[in-house]
């Protein structure tokens, strides 16, 4: 059985980096051909940051991208998010997802809940 969680900070102040890790467990995060993505939820929308691909590949949404950077650690099985010079908008709770292709998500964590306020 795949689980995600995720962890880190619930707390960041104004223009720090926000940074998520999400433990990958049941599946390596290099199995072909499986896309690890970050999405968060403020109020009722989702919103997708970005992925890294089981090749180590990345893509990040438009509106975010100059201030997010996605990395792994394939030693450990685990996923990074860094969002830099946090803003309050950046209040969310931010999951760790599987896409297996075509934007369909099997596979989800439980989220976590990320506050930016000094």
């Known amino acids: 059985q795949v689980q995600l969680q995720e962890s880190g900070p619930g707390l960041v102040k104004p223009s720090q980096t926000l940074s998520l890790i999400c433990t990958v467990s049941?599946?390596?995060?290099?199995?072909?051909?499986?896309?690890w993505s970050w999405i968060r939820q403020a109020g009722k929308g989702l919103e997708w940051i970005g992925y890294i691909?089981?090749?180590?590949?990345?893509d990040y949404s438009p509106s975010l991208k100059s201030r997010t950077s996605i990395s792994r650690d394939t030693s450990r099985n685990q996923i990074t998010l860094q969002l830099t010079s946090a803003t309050p908008e950046d209040t969310a709770v931010y999951y760790c997802?599987?896409?297996?292709?075509?934007?369909?998500?099997?596979?989800w964590g439980q989220g976590t809940q990320v506050t930016v306020s000094s």
């Open positions: 691909a089981y090749s180590g590949s990345t």
């Open positions: 049941g599946d390596s995060i290099t199995t072909s051909a499986y896309y």
């Open positions: 997802a599987r896409e297996r292709g075509g934007w369909v998500y099997d596979v």
